[in-house]
């Protein structure tokens, strides 16, 4: 998104009344995109990434790191044409607004053309240049950090300035309003979250169990300035657990997302739901966040923090028995013949028999947060069956039937079923100004609802456009690529980012089968969140990918060292498994099986491994018969340790950031084997994250973390 437009927020009362007229304008809008780009063909391979930073300030003399919230001129200085706006031009970048005040997000100003192999060399350049861009606006004590949660947020002293957690807009126990972006929207979106609940959000990560480790949290403090000051002591806290009450504790962590643009409609539903399967796979193998709010906990990652973050569900929409005293249906309002009994039945659009809202609206059950896994596969392609869209999932059962029975038969199935989904959300924030639109040239009431569902994936409809535009070259189809936590140095996140930007040309080239049930996906993002899952668990994943073993079994990693000339003989060329030829026998019934992430980034003998794939594309896409010169060798060896990040943390070989933090905090003389991160531990384990950033290449502590030979690579450049 970018620069927010200044806007009026409805209150919840005024802006309750046009929940509906939001809905039914959004799918008019919705059906005009497809109108108007329904056809478009053979758009270019684009593909762009996000990266989110943290501004922290780093006081040497007193040895404290803190969330910096009173830099965020930065962001509108970077946007200014009489400001800086010039050297975001001149580095090809663009800076956005975040959730919180000590955030910035910056992007790519124009995206990668996914069809030049420079272009993934220039990622990493482009990353630097966020961070250096980012520097030169700041004082020299205050770094753009990208980690995934900062670990005291949310403790005493975690800003500078100093700020109280009092504020209206979020009641935490913890934050203080002024983390909050200074945009209407955000505070905004806070408020509203908790006040269409009916209580704050209540997020209970399980400590991580040391020897000194006790197990009532004698860290949530007993305030009396808000009627919700109660809740944690009436059934919002869980005991043995970090207790977190507010939308920043999640919309404040980092990650980094992908999007890639597809060539027509039929290719992006196609790759959305081929990284489908992998969204737990790589957010396992991208885990980077063990502490929250100065707790060790007992999971490696983000996630399940800021889907609880911005869960809006009233206590009868997730089916859950209210704290004492406390409206089941939340700020919903809710007719008066409506009756409420515990374990009321629904329907299977998931409406709660009997309750309606005023508006004529039927109360539904809903499993996810706004902020959770795709619930659906878009369908479209030949692999696709019904059977896999397995998990009970509430549509918006007019919206579905409206989409269905267009007169332009634009949407199938699955497709009208995967907005009818999204659309049984309210609007979160409505801005007066914004309340009437033109459905033809506006689409702000479908991106309301479409932007407030944070999925795994998104599906990325082209904008609509009022005419005289060349609508070929303006944004197409696109596929968003959502689960990953973010990583401390550029290498990482262009690696990341380079992998699944290869990996979604190498699925539109090669098409394999990658389909497993729903459910199997919803079972694998559970067990990625465990500690070190990356290589201590296994994932469902389909057995037979509908790919020859044989075609890609010369292109491991080896295949750089062949083709470079680096290669030391030791690695035969062809076949590494069992299968010689053909395309893998399905012996069993069972589509799909558990596998380690080392056999589904690395290959086993039931398919070639999601490496394979990225590695014959590049061998046949970028350099074919082109002689390898010098800079064609240089790329290509950059690339080669990209691919090897992942496939190290696949096997085991190194760490995931998550774990060497844990390892820094155990290590810590300071630490008290109590699971809490002091402020002196905060401080060192920063200061260690620096080391491995671009900011100071320390070869050792590079060494610990990523492993003798990819250290060795980025120290001699
Ligand atoms: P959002 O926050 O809604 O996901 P952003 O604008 O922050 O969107 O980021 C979108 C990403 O998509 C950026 O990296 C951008 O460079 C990239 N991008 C822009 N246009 C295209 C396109 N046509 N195809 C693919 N990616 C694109
Ligand atoms: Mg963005
Ligand atoms: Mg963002
Ligand atoms: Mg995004």
Redesign the pocket.
């Known amino acids: 998104?970018?620069l927010l437009s200044l806007g009026t927020p409805l209150d919840w009362n005024d802006a309750k009344s046009h929940n509906n007229h939001v809905r039914k304008n959004g799918i008019e809008q919705l059906k005009n995109i497809f109108n108007q780009h329904y056809s478009r063909k053979n758009d270019n391979f684009?593909?762009?990434?996000?990266i989110e930073y943290m501004l922290v300030n780093i006081d040497d003399e007193n040895h404290t790191a803190t969330l910096s919230i009173d830099k965020d001129y930065i962001l509108d200085d970077l946007n200014d044409e009489s400001k800086s706006l010039y050297k975001s031009i001149e580095n090809n970048i663009s800076f956005?607004p975040e959730y919180g005040r000590f955030m910035i997000?910056v992007?790519?100003a124009?995206?990668y053309n996914g069809n030049l192999l420079s272009d993934y060399l220039y990622v990493e350049k482009n990353m630097n240049s966020r961070r250096n861009v980012s520097i030169s606006e700041l004082p020299s004590n205050i770094l753009p950090l990208t980690l995934t949660a900062f670990p005291r947020m949310g403790c005493e002293n975690f800003t500078t300035p100093p700020s109280k957690p009092n504020g209206p807009a979020s009641q935490s126990l913890f934050l203080p309003d002024e983390i909050i972006n200074r945009h209407a929207r955000f505070p905004t979106l806070t408020a509203k979250i908790r006040e269409r609940k009916g209580h704050k959000v209540a997020i209970n990560l399980p400590i991580f169990p040391d020897v000194n480790t006790k197990v009532v949290d004698d860290t949530i403090p007993k305030r009396n300035l808000f009627t919700s000051d109660i809740e944690p002591f009436i059934g919002a806290a869980l005991p043995g657990h970090v207790y977190m009450d507010s939308m920043g504790f999640g919309m404040g962590s980092s990650c980094v997302?992908i999007?890639?643009?597809a060539k027509d409609i039929t290719e992006a539903r196609y790759l959305y739901d081929s990284l489908a399967p992998a969204t737990p796979v790589m957010l396992a193998l991208s885990a980077a966040a063990p502490i929250f709010r100065g707790h060790l906990v007992n999971q490696d990652i983000r996630w399940n923090v800021v889907s609880g973050a911005v869960d809006d569900r009233t206590f009868i929409e997730k089916g859950e028995t209210p704290y004492p005293g406390y409206n089941p249906f939340g700020a919903l309002d809710v007719d008066s013949e409506s009756k409420y009994v515990e374990d009321s039945p629904f329907n299977e659009y998931g409406e709660y028999e009997n309750l309606k809202t005023k508006d004529g609206k039927p109360i539904q059950r809903i499993p996810k947060s706004r902020y959770d896994s795709i619930d659906s596969y878009l369908g479209g392609s030949k692999f696709y069956d019904s059977k896999y869209n397995d998990i009970f999932s509430p549509i918006n059962p007019e919206i579905y039937f409206d989409l269905i029975n267009d007169k332009h038969n634009h949407f199938d199935e699955p497709l009208a079923r995967h907005f009818a989904h999204l659309f049984i959300r309210d609007p979160i924030v409505i801005f007066s100004e914004l309340v009437n639109q033109n459905n033809k040239t506006m689409n702000d009431h479908f991106e309301n609802i479409q932007?407030t569902n944070w999925q795994t994936l998104?599906f990325k409809p082209p904008a609509l456009y009022s005419g005289g535009e060349d609508i070929a070259s303006t944004?197409?189809w696109?596929v968003?690529f959502r689960p990953m936590d973010i990583q401390l140095s550029d290498f990482e996140n262009a690696a990341y980012c380079n992998f699944i930007s290869l990996l979604s040309k190498a699925i539109i080239k090669f098409q394999p089968n990658f389909y497993i049930p729903i459910s199997k996906i919803d079972e694998n993002m559970r067990t990625a969140h465990k500690i070190n899952s990356a290589i201590n668990e296994t994932y469902w994943f389909r057995k037979s990918w509908n790919l020859s073993i044989a075609e890609f079994s010369s292109f491991g990693l080896e295949w750089f060292d062949r083709v470079l000339g680096t290669s030391n003989g030791a690695v035969a060329n062809g076949s590494t498994n069992g299968f010689s030829n053909g395309v893998s026998p399905d012996i069993s019934v069972r589509e799909y099986e558990k596998y380690s992430s080392n056999e589904i980034i690395n290959g086993n003998h039931d398919f070639p491994g999601l490496i394979k794939l990225i590695v014959r594309t590049i061998a046949e896409d970028f350099v074919g018969d082109n002689e390898i010169n010098s800079e064609l060798a240089e790329s290509l060896l950059r690339i080669k340790y990209y691919l090897l990040l992942i496939s190290n943390r696949a096997s085991g070989k190194t760490p995931t950031t998550a774990q060497w933090v844990r390892q820094k905090v155990v290590t810590n003389p300071l630490y008290n084997h109590d699971s809490k991160v002091s402020d002196e531990i905060n401080y060192d384990l920063i200061k260690d994250t620096i080391k491995i950033s671009e900011y100071n290449n320390d070869t050792q502590e590079l060494t610990n973390f990523l492993g003798e030979e990819i250290a060795s690579y980025l120290t001699n450049q």
């Open positions: 998104m970018g684009l593909w762009g990434d996000e956005h997000e992007t790519p124009k995206p997302q999007t890639m643009q932007s998104r944004p197409g696109r968003e």
